[in-house]
């Protein structure tokens, strides 16, 4: 499988850990047990019991040690098995296999509310190249709302239409008043790279007032601006920066609604997104709150989830989607320089591993 692994992925939400919970997760092709240890720190390590491949998760917890479903091994937080009940005594000094029994265990950081996990090469996690993703975090003047959806399609296709405001008057007629407009009001797109970052900037200027404004910002004027800035960073790391604002006053005059949108493949042909989504206007609606939830969850589950799933089928099974030669849009090139950086890494990924390889076949050698 190619995917990158010298890389931070999204692995959930911190809430998500609540209540000692045991959380399995296939991420990146691996199967992972998340949980939070008695002391507050969260740890990720396998979810397959070595013995004969039972999901930990689905185990009991006995202070920070995890126990098999299937026949009571137990592992600490590092992914260490501490005990085998059916040995001499419940020691492991019959066996041998356990006492050198020891789960991968993962680079975890949690910060914004969100968990990432390192996939690769634990000497090399670096917690600075997580992309910044502060702007969505709750705090006083700000309101969270969190979810995330399994795609059955490749990562990338989602990553495009994440990338993507062109599908909004096609694909989502609700967010139109049901009504087709194109061509009533301006928009304006531009992309930049700077470096291996990505941003596409769309705003859609003296537009009218969509049914969800209404909620987020009761006082709203017929007439908006909607500004959608994505920042992407590799492999899945999209910064929504978007708001709906009056017409004509510099941004400065409405609801700002940023969102972290990442998506990590679970295997080539399906992935997470998770999302969350931060306001910072009526802050205690509970109406606001169910709308965000509610619109989002529904406008994934059923429009872009369904129509990236339906594309990856037409695909018949192919996941690169350059090496079918698609035609390409003006506004497809945020998502096809995203597309290219990632390609880039795996090759830069794969020379340096092949490079590491070949150095320790070298010191074997002299040894
Ligand atoms: S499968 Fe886990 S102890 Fe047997
Ligand atoms: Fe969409």
């Known amino acids: 499988m190619a995917f990158l692994k010298n890389v931070w992925y999204c692995a959930g939400f911190s809430h998500e850990l609540d209540d000692a919970k045991l959380l399995g997760r296939k991420l990146v092709g691996e199967h992972v047990l998340i949980y939070r240890t008695e002391s507050g720190e969260a740890v990720a390590m396998s979810n397959v019991c070595p013995h004969r491949f039972a999901p930990l998760s689905e185990g009991h917890r006995y202070g920070d040690n995890v ?5 009571g091994l137990e592992f600490n937080a590092e992914g260490q ?22 789960l991968k265990s993962y680079p975890l950081e949690e910060l914004w509310g969100i968990l990432f996990i390192w996939m690769g090469k634990p000497e090399k996690a670096d917690t600075s190249l997580i992309p910044d993703f502060s702007m969505t975090e709750e705090r006083p003047g700000h309101r969270t709302v969190f979810g995330f959806h399994k795609l059955d399609a490749h990562y990338e296709l ?20 049901g009504t087709d407009f194109r061509d009533d009001f ?23 007032r969509m049914p969800l404004t209404a909620i987020l910002w009761p006082e709203a004027p017929e007439l908006m601006e909607y500004y959608f800035d994505v920042r992407w960073n590799a492999p899945g790391h999209m910064l929504l920066d978007a708001g709906s604002v009056a017409a004509n ?14 998506v990590t493949p679970i295997d080539e042909h399906s ?40 594309c990856q089928e037409m ?8 090496s079918m030669k698609p035609l ?23 020379e340096e591993e092949a490079r590491e390889a070949a150095d320790n076949g070298a010191l074997e050698a002299a040894e």
């Open 271 to 310: 992935c997470y997104y998770f999302w969350n989504n931060c306001r910072d206007s009526n802050l205690d609606s509970a109406e606001a709150d169910k709308g965000l939830q509610h619109g989002i969850t529904d406008t994934f589950a059923n429009e872009d989830g369904r129509m990236v799933a339906m």
């Open 328 to 350: 390409l849009l003006p506004s497809d090139e945020a998502a096809v320089r995203a597309r290219r950086v990632i390609a880039r890494k795996l090759r830069e990924e794969a």
């Open 315 to 322: 695909m018949d099974g192919e996941t690169d989607l350059l």
């Open 249 to 262: 006053t510099d941004r400065k005059i409405g609801s700002h609604t940023p969102g972290a949108n990442m």
């Open 67 to 71: 126990s098999c479903p299937y026949h």
């Open 81 to 102: 098995c501490v005990r085998n009940p059916n040995g001499d005594k419940g020691t492991l000094t019959d066996l041998k296999a356990p006492r050198v029994a020891r």
């Open 158 to 177: 989602a990553v495009d239409n994440l990338m993507d405001r062109t599908h909004v008057q096609f694909l989502h007629p609700r967010l139109n008043l």
């Open 186 to 208: 301006e928009r304006r797109y531009s992309t930049e790279q700077i470096g291996d970052e990505i941003w596409d900037y769309h705003c859609e200027l003296n537009a009218p």
